[in-house]
């Protein structure tokens, strides 16, 4: 992963370079089997209040659940 453009200088500072690759794994495991595109689930990410997604992702409001809308009263 090399986009890591998102990461603070304290987080960079933080993360061991011989470590490096074990990080990059983990974050490649982690875009493929949680972070989905279509759907992410950024409530359940152990990551939300890092990731600049998530928390935007969080902002919005849920989408309708499958509940009917009230019919408009003619």
Request: charged fraction near 35%.
């Amino acid at each position: 992963m090399s986009d890591l453009y998102w990461l603070t200088d304290e987080q960079m500072a933080a993360l061991d370079k011989a470590r490096g690759p074990e990080f990059t794994e983990l974050m490649s495991r982690h875009a493929k089997e949680l972070c989905t595109e279509k759907a992410p689930p950024c409530s359940q990410c152990p990551l939300k209040s890092d990731c600049p997604s998530g928390i935007e992702n969080l902002k919005k409001p849920e989408k309708d659940k499958g509940e009917s809308k009230p019919k408009k009263s003619r």
